[in-house]
């Protein structure tokens, strides 16, 4: 099978020190700071795949979904014919179907741009609160899965699902969630997010190639190491 991750932009994650940071490097950290609603110093100014440029700023959080959604409702199209499911990936805390995350929130965002060929499933939570990747507790695939819920009374097998996230930091998570909902019966290989972590520099962070996670499951685990 496969599972290819398409993302807006890449999410530095090497130190200052190391790296000079770029202006789109803060640029693509302040959008997804600005979707998970965290604060932002200073501002950046960030031109969408629509031409259309939004100043991205602390409490900017619909001009970072509208930035998204230009981006995002050029992938699905070509992911499955229409309709498709967005599945959200439930953030570490998210012990409930329906959630106010960032993930919840760009799937509610780029569904509505497709005027009901894209509907919205939030059919995954966790059983309890999960050590969030940052602290190394994303890594454990099968660990993520044993601990992820799908929502028997919404789920509708054959379903073409794209997942929805905000960060892909080692893969795991995501790997979990497409797992999860094959089992369930669902059609996945395909995921969204609005940046990929990396730990050196890329040559334009606003151009991150796809990966298929499932070509080479070890290998972003061995890139954080």
Request: charged share 20%.
């Amino acid at each position: 099978m496969t599972l290819v991750v398409h993302s807006f932009g890449a999410y530095a994650s090497y130190s200052r020190q190391d790296y000079a940071w770029r202006q789109d490097d803060y640029g693509v950290n302040r959008v997804v700071k600005a979707l998970k609603g965290e604060r932002i110093n200073g501002y950046a100014d960030v031109r969408g795949a629509d031409g259309i440029v939004r100043r991205i700023a602390t409490g900017g959080r619909e001009a970072a979904l509208a930035t998204f959604v230009a981006w995002g409702a050029n992938q699905v199209p070509n992911a499955f014919a229409l309709p498709v499911v967005l599945v959200p990936v439930p953030c570490s805390q998210c012990v409930q179907f329906e959630n106010a995350s960032a993930p919840r929130a760009m799937a509610d965002a780029l569904a509505a741009r497709f005027n009901g060929w894209a509907l919205v499933g939030p059919w995954l939570r966790f059983v309890r609160p999960m050590p969030p990747s940052h602290t190394g507790g994303g890594r454990n695939q099968a660990a993520i899965e044993g601990a992820l819920v799908v929502n028997p009374a919404a789920v509708v097998r054959d379903s073409n699902v794209v997942l929805i996230d905000d960060v892909k930091t080692t893969g795991a998570h995501l790997r979990a969630c497409a797992g999860a909902l094959r089992t369930a019966g669902c059609r996945v290989h395909t995921v969204l997010v609005a940046a990929s972590t990396v730990w050196q520099p890329v040559a334009d962070p606003y151009r991150v190639e796809p990966v298929d996670l499932e070509a080479n499951p070890f290998e972003d685990l061995l890139q954080g190491l």
